[in-house]
Every structure is written in C-alpha cells, then in structure tokens.
C-alpha cells in the first residue's frame, strides 16, 4: 500500500510565519502569532496547551478547513495560503481527520461510514472499498460489529470507527484533535495505542491535540502552545 | 469532477430509511398532495370533456347557431330560412335542422321536475354519429316518442331499469306524456344532467306549437361535400348570411363550448386553485422533512465536508432525497388517485378517467414540488462548516 519516501524525506506539512485573526474591526484578535512547524512522514507529534490558546484553529487550517490568511503553509507539496477550493478538497481527501466527537453518520453502519472515507479515492471499485472498510474494521479489532450502527456502539468503539474511518483515504497524515476527551482514562489509552499503532502500520504522521498528560509518552516529538505561540515542551517544563 | 457513475453508499437512502417515522409523514404528506391533484385536474378535465360529448358527437362539418349564442345553455333559436340558404351553396352535400332546449321532465316515480336537454331533430336525419341513435331513431317516427340518456342523473327516476325490465316508461315532459322508445348513452355535462332525444316535430309541440312545426331552430348541421374545406365554406357563409347568425366549424363549435366553460366561468380557476392547494401543501410538508434532515445532520455533513466531500456531492445527496421522496410518494398518490377516480365516475357519470397524461403530468408536478422543495432546503447546507466541527 503506502510506499516508503524517499530520503531525504520531504516533511508532510511545513509551515512558516503563519498568523492568523478572528474577528472584524474592533473585535479582531490574533490567536496564532507567527508559527514555525515541519512534520515528517511516519512522526507522532502531540500537541497541547491551555485553553483557547488556537490548537484547534491549527489543526483546522492544516486540514485545510479554514482559510489560511497570512504566512506560508504547505500540505502534501500544496500551498494553501490562497488556495482554491479543488486543491482545498484534495488536501482534505489525502488527510485523516480525527474529531473529539466521533461524528460518525448516524444512519450509515460502521462499515458504511468507514467506506464513505474509502468511496473518496479513486480506482477501486465498490466490492474492493468496501473490502478495504471491512479490512480496516477487524484490524482495529472491530470484526463482530461490522452491521452495527453508531447507536449500538459503545463511545470507544465509535472512537475506533472513526480511526477506521480517517485511515481509509489512504492519508499520509491524521490530525486529531483531543480524541480521547470524550472517553474514560482506560478507553482513552486503548484508543491512543490503537491510533499509534495503525498510524505505524499505515504509514501515516500524526499531529495530535491533546489534554491528556496521560498519553504524552506516545508521542516523537511534543509541542506546546500558549497564546497562539509555538515551543517545544521540554524548553517549557518537562512533564 | 466525476465524469462516471460510481457504485457509492447509498447516503440518500439511508438518510431518509433512518426515521422511518418522518419517512412516512413525507410519503403521506406527497400522497395527500398527488391525490388532491389528481382530484381536483381529474374533475376539471373531465368537465370540460363532459361538456362536449354530444357536439362531439353532432355529424356536421361546419354548425349554424344563433350569433346570440354563447354556449349550450344559452342557445338562441334563428330562422330556420339561413339553413336552407346556406343549403344552396355548392360545398354543402346536407342540412339537418335541429332543436335545442332544456325542458322541464318530471321524475315518473316521484313526480318532482327537473329541467333537462332536449334536442329534437328530423328522424330521417343522423344528427349524430351515436350508433344507438341510429338504430332507434326510427322509434322517434310516431308523436310524444323520445329516447333517454341512461347516463342522465338518477333524479330523473329509474328510467333505465323500468325499461330495461320491459316496463311502459312514460313520463311528462312540459306537462305533456311522452313514451321512452329507447336508451341512448351519452352523458352529463356542466349544462345538462341528462338528455332527451326527440323528432323536432314533438319538440314543437312539448314547446307549444300545436301543429308541431316551427319556423326557428337552435342549430344548423351542414354536411359538405367530400373534399371541401370547412374553414372556407365557414367563413363564406359568414360572410353571405345575415348578421343573425354565426357559422362555425365543428372543431370552432366545441373549442367555442370549451372555452366558455373555460374562461366566461370560474370552474377552471377554482379546479387550479384547488390543485395549487395540494402542491403547496406537498411542497411545505416535503421542504419542512428535508430541512429538519439537514438541520439534524448538519454536522455529520461537515463532517462529510471535512473529509473533502464538495458542497456538490451535499447538494446531490438532498436531491436524491427528494426525488425518492417524489417517487416513492407519488405511488400512493396514483393508486389513491385511480381509487378516487372510479368512486366519481360511479358517483357522478363524468368521464373522470386516469389518462396517461394526467399520470404523467401530476408526476411531473410532485418531481417538481420535491425538488423546489430540496432547493430550498440545501440552503442550509453552507451552514455546514467544516472548520466547526472539532
Ligand atoms: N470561529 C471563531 N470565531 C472567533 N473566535 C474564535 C473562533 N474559533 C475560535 N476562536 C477563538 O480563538 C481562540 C483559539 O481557539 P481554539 O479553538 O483554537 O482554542 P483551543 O486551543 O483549541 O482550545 P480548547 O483546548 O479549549 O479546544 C480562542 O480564544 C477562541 O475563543
Ligand atoms: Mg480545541
């Protein structure tokens, strides 16, 4: 499946001096200042920081979710700093996203919505993503639920479907943002170890918000963030 | 862009099967609004094609009528003399003169009066290409003999089964006794609810001419030579007869019927109204099922956005809602339809039938109220922000 880059290996995102606003007039204010990040292929990076300090506002822009305003960003060798919404959406496509709610569709089965990421990418056919869906399924450990429905799931089953889901375009990258919140301690763990594992196998860099100090030993590399400003944790205080 | 179909999770479907509840509201909310359509078109159709099943029926090619008349309940007599003027012109093969009025019968069971129409004609005439006529018309020879629409409104009596069961049917007709001769079958109208076939010579004397003769008719039939043309001969006729009578063309007669109904009336206007009614109805019921689909999924579908499915394959998901909404609505809707329309013809004689035109148009109209409906709705889809949703 996914292939080995090539060394030197091209980081996946490269950001520079990205700032960004919300607001109009008077109630503009600046939540990211000046931001330097590179994440490269197969890294788990966490992310985290107090409150309201913009981690979810990065997350989004490197999904391509919101419109980058100012400063250099780059996914997958595309700019997106005045990016047009076909390129919007490719990015999208080749990224895994990963949300604090599960947001599975209500009315599809795990495996319908773990297919509507694999129906995204081009060249198979129907048989082979849904194969493809119910593979990723039992290798999280999902075998028995297949036909299941989000409301016969269990919260960190969901989780995992989810996981499922954002592994089945194929992404060179997840992003995550604070999944385990909505999960007890022990789940949250399982679901963490669960998502480093399939990001391993699957090749897939991983840039994770998070509260949890719990779960900051998985992580390649930790990021911390206070008003919008970007340091590496063990510059700040080591946990 | 997708220029191929690709087999894809049916969204659509599970969308709408997920509250089976709502899906049924929306199905029965398309059936009620096909089903009044149906209702309300079906009457209207069938009333203005009521109105002219018997000058459908008249063997004429061009028609003489007073230049009073308006319409088949306003039918003016005019000298008989324009007819055998007109009878001189080389295109015209035959004339046939014929009486037109509503009389006054009187239930031969209960006695209670009731106005219906009455032509009178010569018995050597075939006024009308109506096999039963010809048959019996022979019947019509001798005086105070008519022939009875079997179609015309029970409160007529029960003519037709009095005399199918071989019973002497008589009745009075302006207080004279006429003798049923026979059953012809033609059908009630906006103007007629029944009809009364009779030699003009009868005609006369139920109108109060003793002697049976008259020198006024209510319509002239013209037969024209084959190959003449009908617009011509008309409009010479037109020209060359007094200014007391118009000359029409068959097809001028009956569109003439039609549009007074039509247009000099409100029936139509009010049949409209009635199935706008329905479409409305329809359309806020189906708009207000997809709107809360939308709202209720909003950030499932920003979700679906922030997987990098485009507004497009949104916009196309609604679409697909309504028109399985539409389909799905509209069988019902017909077999409701199909159901209503035998209840009316039973109850009313009105040829209210489901032609394929009426199916396909009520079709037509729920496709579109569904998807106007779906439009709106995806309205709501911008509000699915794929940025909100972490
Ligand atoms: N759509 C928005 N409009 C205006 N301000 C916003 C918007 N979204 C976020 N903000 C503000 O931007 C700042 C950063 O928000 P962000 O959601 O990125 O924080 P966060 O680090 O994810 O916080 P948390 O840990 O609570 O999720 C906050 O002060 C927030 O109030
Ligand atoms: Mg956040």
Excluded at chain 1, 209 to 228: C, Y
Excluded at chain 2, 239 to 250: E, F, I, M, N, W
Aim: glycine share 8%; hydrophobic share 45%.
């Amino acid at each position: 499946m996914a292939t080995l880059q090539p060394t030197p290996p091209q980081p996946l995102v490269r950001i520079a001096e990205l700032n960004h606003w919300f607001g109009r007039g008077d109630q503009r204010r600046q939540v990211l200042h000046n931001l330097h990040l590179t994440l490269n292929p197969g890294e788990m990076v966490l992310l985290s920081g107090p409150s309201g300090c913009g981690k979810t506002t990065l997350l989004t822009l490197i999904g391509a979710l919101r419109t980058v305003q100012d400063g250099s960003l780059e996914v997958l060798g595309e700019q997106l700093l005045k990016a047009r919404k076909s390129v919007q959406r490719r990015v999208r496509r080749q990224m895994g996203i990963i949300f604090q709610s599960h947001n599975l569709l209500r009315c599809l089965t795990a495996t319908q919505n773990v297919q509507m990421a694999a129906d995204l990418v081009p060249g198979l056919s129907f048989d082979q993503r849904r194969q493809h869906a119910i593979d990723l399924l039992s290798e999280i450990g999902l075998e028995d639920h297949h036909g299941k429905h989000p409301s016969a799931l269990s919260g960190g089953q969901c989780q995992r479907v989810a996981i499922a889901r954002a592994l089945a375009g194929n992404p060179k990258v997840l992003l995550a943002d604070e999944p385990t919140a909505a999960l007890d301690r022990r789940t949250g763990r399982e679901v963490v170890e669960l998502l480093k594992r399939m990001a391993t196998q699957h090749h897939c860099a991983v840039l994770m918000v998070t509260h949890d100090p719990r779960i900051l030993d998985v992580a390649d590399r930790l990021l911390q963030m206070e008003d919008g400003r970007l340091s590496t944790a063990q510059e700040l205080a080591p946990l | 862009m997708r220029f191929v179909w690709r087999r894809r999770i049916p969204l659509a479907w599970c969308l709408l099967t997920r509250q089976p509840g709502r899906l049924v509201v929306a199905l029965a909310g398309i059936c009620f609004a096909g089903m009044l359509m149906f209702l309300q078109l079906g009457f209207r159709d069938a009333l203005f094609d009521a109105s002219i099943t018997i000058y459908r029926l008249f063997n004429a090619d061009v028609v003489v009528v007073s230049s009073t008349s308006s319409s088949s309940v306003s039918m003016e007599p005019f000298p008989q003399r324009r007819l055998f003027q007109a009878a001189s012109w080389p295109e015209v093969e035959s004339i046939a003169p014929v009486r037109w009025s509503l009389l006054v019968w009187k239930n031969p069971e209960t006695g209670s009066p009731r106005a219906i129409q009455a032509v009178g004609f010569d018995p050597n005439d075939d006024i009308l290409n109506l096999k039963s006529l010809t048959e019996q018309k022979k019947g019509l020879q001798l005086d105070q003999r008519v022939l009875y629409d079997r179609l015309s409104r029970p409160e007529f009596g029960p003519v037709e089964d009095w005399f199918n069961a071989g019973r002497t049917v008589t009745a009075e007709v302006q207080n004279t006794q006429v003798w049923v001769e026979g059953l012809v079958e033609l059908g009630v109208s906006f103007g007629a609810d029944g009809h009364l076939l009779t030699s003009n010579h009868t005609f006369n004397q139920l109108v109060g001419s003793s002697d049976g003769s008259s020198t006024s008719i209510e319509l002239g039939l013209i037969r024209l030579v084959p190959g003449a043309d009908p617009d011509a001969v008309a409009a010479a006729l037109n020209k060359a007869l007094p200014d007391d009578v118009q000359v029409l063309t068959k097809q001028e007669f009956l569109d003439s019927e039609q549009d007074y109904w039509r247009e000099a009336t409100s029936i139509g206007f009010i049949f409209n109204l009635g199935a706008a009614m329905g479409l409305v109805v329809g359309a806020v019921v189906v708009y207000q099922i997809l709107f809360s689909d939308v709202v209720d999924h909003l950030p499932e579908y920003a979700t679906l956005k922030a997987m990098g499915y485009s507004s497009m394959d949104l916009v196309m998901v609604i679409l697909q809602e309504s028109l399985l909404l539409a389909g799905f609505g509209y069988i019902p809707a017909f077999l409701a339809g199909k159901g209503i329309y035998g209840l009316a013809r039973g109850a009313t004689n009105l040829p209210i039938v489901m032609s394929s035109q009426m199916a396909i148009f009520v079709f037509v109209m729920i496709f579109v109220m569904c998807i106007i409906s779906g439009l709106l709705a995806m309205g709501k889809i911008r509000d699915a922000d794929p940025a909100e949703v972490f």
